[in-house]
């Protein structure tokens, strides 16, 4: 340890081994997002500027005895506006050799991750068969347990299939297990981040040269009232149902569900066997917050770190970029931390 460390009385930082960035080629996706059943129907969504938002189906959960239009008023939601899937209970069971009395058990989240991925491998021209006891990993990105939620109070209910149908660490390994992959399952719950998250681990998996290949997703389903009311007592969804990103009348956020999953591989492996190649990720990157004036609250030099770290590890500059997609939660504290952030990291030095 060196003297000056010592004498502080705490440990030198350990100096960390960088990875190099390896390319990384999107070979294969599907989705299940509101108002969009699909990839194309997504790039539709997005070309007409359609807004999905509505309210949460009725059917989830009785809505009247959760509502209150008082903002922290204990147990209850001022606003249910949310983009959904519609009905979510249908799922072909038997397509994934699932019995009836297991799928009844499995969380909604599960059941829709293995739809998605079941598109994302056919869009990669994939054959499921081909892909059994290999050993690709999978990464998926998941932070809520609404279905666990709504059945706990049933404690007879429990047993064998309950216990693994609301974990959130099978939602990772219902996939390995139904497509018969090898490589390491995991699921990553970093709250909003944690679908990147999930790409930024799979990204260092391929690069480390640990798997040949990746599936990973995310999905959220809102089932229970829970969460609704929690979030309505911290002031941070939107009370007229409209998440407005950098803009001044911005008043919240407003939750979502939906399912997504891409196939990634290496480029050059990707190019040497002919896969079609939907996009291509140079570098991935991930840091935490510490310690800001509250939990929830953003830091807006660890976000800009972050950025620069990212380009130089993708050696990409300012004039590389033709838009930068952000987080946009529509709140007056994570806002303009993101846009300082982008603006310092990505725009500064930016030829007009």
Not at 109 to 129: N, Y
Not at 226 to 237: I, P, Q, V, Y
Not at 272 to 283: E, H, K, P, T, Y
Request: net charge neutral.
């Amino acid at each position: 340890m060196p003297e000056g460390a010592r004498r502080r009385g705490r440990a030198a930082p350990a100096r960390r081994k960088c990875l190099a960035a390896v390319p990384v080629a999107i070979v294969g996706a599907g989705c299940r997002l509101p108002g969009a059943d699909g990839i194309a129907a997504l790039w539709g969504l997005l070309a007409s500027g359609t807004d999905a938002v509505s309210t949460l189906p009725a059917d989830r959960f009785p809505q009247a005895v959760f509502h209150h239009p008082r903002r922290g008023e204990p147990g209850r939601s001022y606003t249910f506006a949310a983009g959904h899937l519609g009905d979510i209970t249908g799922f072909d069971a038997a397509a994934f050799g699932i019995s009836p009395r297991e799928a009844a058990e499995m969380d909604p989240q599960q059941r829709l991750l293995l739809e998605v991925t079941a598109h994302a491998i056919e869009d990669a021209g994939w054959r499921p068969s081909a892909l059994a006891g290999q050993e690709i990993g999978v990464f998926v990105g998941g932070s809520t347990t609404d279905y666990a939620e709504l059945r706990l109070p049933d404690y007879a209910g429990a047993d064998r299939y309950f216990m693994t149908g609301n974990a959130l660490s099978i939602l990772a390994n219902r996939i390995g297990n139904v497509f018969d992959l090898r490589g390491p399952a995991q699921t990553i719950d970093t709250a909003c981040s944690s679908s990147l998250v999930a790409l930024h681990a799979a990204c260092r998996a391929i690069a480390a040269g640990e798997v040949p290949a990746a599936v990973v997703a995310g999905v959220q389903a809102l089932l229970s009232p829970f969460a609704f009311g929690g979030f309505s007592r911290a002031g941070m969804l939107s009370p007229t149902g409209r998440c407005r990103v950098f803009d001044a009348a911005a008043d919240g956020y407003v939750r979502a569900e939906g399912a997504g999953a891409v196939i990634l591989k290496p480029l050059d492996a990707a190019v040497r066997d002919g896969d079609a190649v939907r996009g291509v990720i140079l570098a991935t990157g991930v840091n935490a917050a510490g310690r800001t004036i509250g939990m929830s609250l953003p830091n807006r030099d660890a976000q800009a770190r972050l950025i620069s770290k990212v380009m130089a590890e993708a050696g990409l500059g300012p004039n590389a970029f033709g838009y930068f997609e952000a987080h946009g939660t529509g709140t007056a504290v994570g806002d303009p931390v993101e846009a300082w952030a982008i603006g310092t990291a990505a725009a500064r030095g930016r030829a007009e």
